[in-house]
């Protein structure tokens, strides 16, 4: 069977993680049955995931990488089948440079990209989320609270994420979403800012979104979203 390179799969909305519906509702093994690349956060908002090649790896609130298991649960991630291609280098930028260069190759502001920049930064800042594992789970800006925030210089790695357009803020993380691993891995996390030396772009659009909802989850399916508190806290955790 050949898999399916069009669709960006999710499991859970960023709505949900707002009021701290951070109960673990899919696995990590059913999650990786969708896609072999992707991002997302462990149960109770614990630390970055980064999947690549098949391989899932957590950065911890310590700044430790570890490999996650198939039994491990998420309340919120994303996967697709990498079939990106280089679209060019980029040299010399810092964050907002990035991502107004790959806003510009990509050319609409309008559908669902996965990205991945390859190679030498001079500078990296990222954070990993330290997350309460057992419930009650805090909301998202409680819980965000307990990050930390790690700093690189001189490193070689991948920042890789999704861009998401804005109107679909809520269900998504609007705009880009990205997490970095270096080589090694030794050193990672949701980036907060970032200056590349020199790095190869690589973009892969979307046709589809496949919405995966916790739909077995009584505390979901009972929650009352305030629709304008969900999109003022994902602007202030994410951003
Ligand atoms: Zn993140």
Redesign the pocket.
Known sequence: MSKNTQTLYQHGTLALLVPGLLAGTQTIGELMHHGDTG?GTLTGLDG?LIMRAGQVYQVNADGHVRIVGPEEQVPFANVHYQDDRAVGKITDQNFAGIKATILQVMGTSNVFYAVRLVGEFDQVQTRAVRGTQQPPFGTLAETAKAQSVFNATDIAGTLSGYYSPAIYGGATSPGF?L?FLDDEPTFGG?VLDAKVRRATLYLQEFTDLQLHLPTGNEQFRQEQFNTDEVLRDINQAEN
């Open positions: 991002i970055e979403h997490h949701h």
